[in-house]
Every structure is written in structure tokens, then in C-alpha cells.
């Protein structure tokens, strides 16, 4: 396996990067503990048009900042008061797009991954290029994924709620 470095992987159009997540390892080094887990299944959230999305009609808050980055900024944030959620920017600064990571292959979820993971705020707008926390790797295999809708976004519009903007890979 091999450390993804390259800026282009995460300075893409938001949902190739969702689908090229797919079958990646996360790496995570918290306190000497080292944790990794494989992307079992990704959301793309495209935006200041997309109404299930953080920054839609570019709504730019302390909590969005990090997402007017540039692709591969971590967005970490805060769900029900209770959870952090992992997510990766996508494209370039001032476009704020991203992609979640729903689920690892062995936590199914976004809050039990980030539990799993040991990752919570202190990730959020750094960089995870060249990142000694936390890193994606790739095994350079080929994965299959399905899509559908995605979960937890009944505040959106119908066309939103409906896309089908979520990626799991196949066999998981």
C-alpha cells in the first residue's frame, strides 16, 4: 500500500473523489495508537447548489470555514452535539464541496467510525496530505461500488434527497 500525496487525487470533482474513496485505507496514529480501516461507503455533498450540503447558497460560517479550503482539507464537524463526522474537501479553494466517509469496514457509520478512528476536531482544516495523524492509503486494487440515495438529509429538496450521491462498495 501506498500514502495518497498527491493533490490532484483530493483537488477532483466532488463525486469522483466519493467514488475513488472507495476500497481506500484510513490510517489514523493518535497517542502512539495506530488504527486502520478500509472505505467501505462515501457521500458527496456538491455545495453551495446542494441543499443537503453545509455551504448551500454559499452559507459561510465558523463551522463551514474549513470547506472553502482547498481539496484534501479534513472537515470535521460536530452532528447532534454528540458525534464527529469525517469528511475530505474536494476540488479548490472556494468551492465548497466534500465527501463523507460513512463507513469503514469495520464500523458501520460515520459516528462509529470517527469513534473507531480516534478522530475528532482537532483534524479539522488541516490538510491530510503529508499528515502524520492521519492518511489515506492505497492497495492500487480495483473496487466495485453500488449508489444510492443518501442518509439522514430529509431537510433537503426533493432533487437533493433523491440524487443518489452515496457509494458502497460492492461485497462489503
Known amino acids: 500500500m501506498k500514502i495518497i500525496k498527491d493533490e490532484s487525487f483530493f483537488k477532483t470533482d466532488t463525486i469522483t473523489l ?10 489514523t496514529n493518535t497517542n502512539g495508537q495506530e488504527v486502520t480501516a478500509q472505505i467501505t461507503e462515501t457521500e458527496a455533498y456538491l455545495g453551495i447548489n446542494d441543499s443537503a450540503c453545509h455551504t448551500y447558497k454559499n452559507k459561510r460560517t465558523k463551522r463551514t ?4 479550503k482547498e481539496g484534501g482539507t479534513i472537515y470535521i464537524y460536530l452532528c447532534y452535539g454528540l458525534h464527529y463526522l469525517f469528511n475530505i474537501v474536494s476540488k479548490n ?9 460513512r463507513a469503514v469496514n469495520t464500523a458501520n457509520g460515520p459516528a462509529k467510525l470517527t469513534k473507531l478512528l480516534n478522530i475528532n476536531a482537532s483534524l479539522n482544516g488541516e490538510s491530510i ?15 466495485s461500488y453500488t449508489s444510492d440515495k443518501r ?22
Not at 466519493?18 to 490510517?27: C, M, V
Not at 470555514?65 to 472553502?68: G, I, K, L, N, V
Not at 431537510?155 to 462498495?169: G, Q
Open 18 to 27: 466519493a467514488k475513488n474513496l472507495i476500497g481506500k485505507w484510513i490510517i
Open 65 to 68: 470555514e474549513s470547506m472553502y
Open 93 to 101: 479553494e472556494n468551492e465548497p464541496e466534500a465527501v463523507l466517509i
Open 129 to 143: 496530505i503529508n499528515n502524520a495523524k492521519i492518511c489515506i492509503m492505497d492497495d492500487e486494487k480495483i473496487y
Open 151 to 172: 442518509v439522514g438529509i430529509d431537510f433537503a429538496n426533493e432533487k437533493d434527497k433523491n440524487a443518489k450521491l452515496r457509494f458502497i462498495l460492492k461485497n462489503a
